[in-house]
């Protein structure tokens, strides 16, 4: 993997409560720069969008960071992002649905967002709250839904992206590895161990971490 490729897998990421848009600026100029996508709220994904140096894939997220919002607001919300002019979507489970082994409901509204919208749709499924019985059948909902890819975290629950859960979704679906990577090395662990993505708000470190 070459320096462009890499900084291709990079989802250079800000999502904090109190992001502001010259937050959201910054990123995109330093994902442009770097040849990054950028990961951002969804309030700003029109002026996003208008902006001159927004990088090639703005992503934005649906249902976060709990992923509680009733399925109707999910579909109303990634319709209204995709129209906004985002071209991926990171979406959150019901985790306590799945917990409650309503697989069947955790699929269902993951696929009412895939069918709603034309654009590829992650699905983030906080795997450091799971089992590793409870990750498996949260990707296995993902896949019957005709999801796009899984994503480890959101970043709000405690613990971030592990080697062992990226090794075990990508039996399902590409992953992106998302919380508490920071560096070069942290995310070529977790390339390494089968994700095609990462998301990051250091995504520069990380990018200017990638070797001469």
């Not at 919300?77 to 019901?94: K, R």
């Not at 890819?149 to 971030?160: L, Q």
């Not at 399902?172 to 977790?190: C, H, I, T, W």
């Amino acid at each position: 993997m070459d320096r462009d490729a890499f900084a291709a897998s990079i989802d250079h990421t800000v999502l904090g409560p109190e992001t502001t848009w010259a937050d959201v600026e910054t990123v995109l100029d330093e994902a442009a720069d770097h040849g990054m996508n950028a990961c951002i709220p969804p309030c700003y994904v029109a002026e996003a969008a208008d902006y001159a140096n927004a990088p090639s894939t703005i992503a934005t997220v649906v249902g976060f960071p709990h992923g509680q919002h009733a399925p109707a607001a999910k579909r109303d919300e990634a319709v209204g992002a995709w129209e906004d002019g985002a071209d991926e979507l990171d979406l959150v489970i019901n985790v306590g649905r799945l917990k409650a082994g309503e697989d069947d409901a955790v699929a269902a509204e993951i696929a009412g967002v895939v069918a709603a919208v034309p654009v590829p749709v992650k699905v983030i499924i906080e795997a450091a709250l799971l089992s590793d019985a409870e990750r498996r059948r949260a990707c296995e909902a993902a896949v019957d839904a005709d999801a796009d890819m899984v994503k480890t975290s959101t970043g709000f629950a405690d613990g971030g992206a592990a080697v062992s859960d990226v090794e075990l979704m990508s039996d399902y679906l590409p992953v992106k590895a998302s919380g508490g990577v920071g560096s070069y090395d942290e995310a070529m662990a977790m390339l390494d161990a089968g994700a095609t993505r990462i998301g990051a708000s250091s995504g520069v470190e990380i990018v200017e971490g990638f070797p001469e």
